[in-house]
T-cell receptor
Framework: AQKITQTQPGMFVQEKEAVTLDCTYD???????LFWYKQPSSGEMIFLIY??????QNATEGRYSLNFQKARKSANLVISASQLGDSAMYFC?????????FGEGTQLTVNP | EAQVTQNPRYLITVTGKKLTVTCSQN?????MSWYRQDPGLGLRQIYY???????DKGDVPEGYKVSRKEKRNFPLILESPSPNQTSLYFC????????????FGPGTRLTVT
């Protein structure tokens, strides 16, 4: 069975600073995908970034980057230059075939 | 506009009264999936479908049924709802099972009393 662990229930960051949200995963598969989603207070799920298990480069999308350390089974999300609009719940997820497993989420608060 | 729609958005019902939550996408996606979201548990996959007439169980399928008779629709059926199925439900779709883009519907908040 695959499992995603997000050990930070809540994180606080000052506006314009960088923040890292932790995610570790457990799988015995060689082929899998890792995702990060954002859920603002309005409730919708917003896709942020994706990393395939065979991708050698860390994924980046604008201010978001994924620090992928395969041997340590970690896929941390780095948000650079935090903005007030980044305040939200963030979920890490892992896909194996049609199954998608989510972590419990990290509530990020950006302070002005 | 490309989108995933769910109906109803809010529903309060009583134990045992059969209900269906509809999900429809207009992007010709092959893969569709249902999740439930509960506080402290994140999202958990209920069922998914890789194409018409192809469905499989996720992590929490008990008490739910699905069908995929048409590519665009993937309804979630609760034959005999119970209070522990009170939750926020999301439908999602993606072009194929291995696509990294996944489009989520707006969510359906279900309360079973």
């Amino acid at each position: 069975a695959q499992k995603i662990t997000q050990t930070q229930p809540g994180m606080f960051v000052q506006e314009k600073e960088a923040v890292t949200l932790d995610c570790t995963y457990d799988t015995s598969d060689q082929s899998y995908g890792l995702f990060w989603y954002k859920q603002p207070s309005s409730g919708e799920m917003i896709f942020l970034i994706y990393q395939g298990s065979y991708d050698e480069q860390n994924a980046t999308e604008g201010r978001y980057s994924l620090n992928f350390q395969k041997a340590r089974k970690s896929a941390n999300l780095v948000i650079s230059a935090s903005q007030l609009g980044d305040s939200a719940m963030y979920f890490c997820a892992m896909r194996r075939g049609g199954w998608l497993t989510f972590g419990e989420g990290t509530q990020l608060t950006v302070n002005p | 506009e490309a989108q995933v729609t769910q109906n109803p958005r809010y529903l309060i019902t009583v134990t045992g009264k059969k209900l269906t939550v509809t999900c429809s996408q207009n992007m010709n996606h092959e893969y569709m999936s249902w999740y439930r979201q509960d506080p402290g548990l994140g999202l958990r996959q209920i069922y998914y479908s890789m194409n018409v007439e192809v469905t499989d169980k996720g992590d929490v399928p008990e008490g739910y049924k699905v069908s995929r008779k048409e590519k665009r629709n993937f309804p979630l059926i609760l034959e005999s709802p119970s209070p522990n199925q009170t939750s926020l439900y999301f439908c999602a779709s993606s072009p194929q099972v291995l696509s990294y883009e996944q489009y989520f519907g707006p969510g359906t908040r279900l309360t079973v009393t």
